[in-house]
Structure formats: structure tokens, C-alpha cells
Nanobody
């Protein structure tokens, strides 16, 4: 059974940091590219970042470039998103997603092979 389980969300002050994790099981993690997608209340989904299977190629949305860092540990079957300098507009439900082949910009579950249940990030004073 395939599972993607996100964790690490929470309430943080503007300017603060959080690190999201996504623990994977049930598929060959090291052969899949991985992405983070978020959805803010009342808005459509937004692609955030993608990392390739080997971990050496990454892409970011302009809205998070320079503040967020995507990484993965293939030995632990875990994806990460380090989020620094958080802003209220980063408030959203963050999903991790896996795809056998490289895709940048996908925002819906149908564009990926596997999709997690999400973790809430709230940036507020």
C-alpha cells in the first residue's frame, strides 16, 4: 500500500521557519521525482517545488525561490521542505506528491502517481 505522510506543519510567526517532512512507503522512492504543492483557503492549488529522483536537480515557484529549499533522503524514503522567512501568504495546506517521470508545475492529484493527505501551515502574528 502506497503512503505519503506529511508532517511538520503548524502555526508560526511571520519571518519564522518550519521544516516539512513527507515519509513515503509502498513504492520505490528513489526512482520517483517528488514535489510540494500547496492550497491556500479559497484559492486554487499552487505548485511549490520539485526535486528529481537523484536529488541533484530542483525547481521552485517564483513565490518561494530563495526562501524554501526542497531536499530528499533516499535512504530514509523522506522528502523535506525547509521554509524560511515565512509570510502570511504562505499559509496553506501543503501536499507532497510523487511522479515516476519529471514534471514541473503540476498542481492536481491526477498529474501525479501518488499524493499525500497534507499538512497545514499557518503564518500569522
Amino acid at each position: 500500500q502506497v503512503q505519503l505522510v506529511e508532517s511538520g506543519g503548524g502555526l508560526v510567526l511571520p519571518g519564522g521557519s518550519l521544516r516539512l517532512s513527507c515519509a513515503a512507503s509502498g513504492f520505490t522512492f528513489s526512482t520517483y521525482s517528488l514535489s510540494w504543492v500547496r492550497q491556500a483557503p479559497g484559492k486554487g492549488p499552487e505548485w511549490v517545488s520539485t526535486i528529481n529522483a537523484g536529488g541533484w536537480s530542483t525547481r521552485y515557484a517564483d513565490s518561494v525561490k530563495g526562501r524554501f529549499t526542497i531536499s530528499r533522503d533516499n535512504a530514509k524514503n523522506t522528502l523535506y521542505l525547509q521554509m524560511n522567512s515565512l509570510k502570511p501568504e504562505d499559509t496553506a495546506l501543503y501536499y507532497c506528491a510523487a511522479r515516476r517521470y519529471w514534471l514541473v508545475g503540476g498542481t492536481t492529484p491526477g498529474e501525479y502517481d501518488y499524493w499525500g493527505q497534507g499538512t497545514q501551515v499557518t503564518v500569522s502574528s
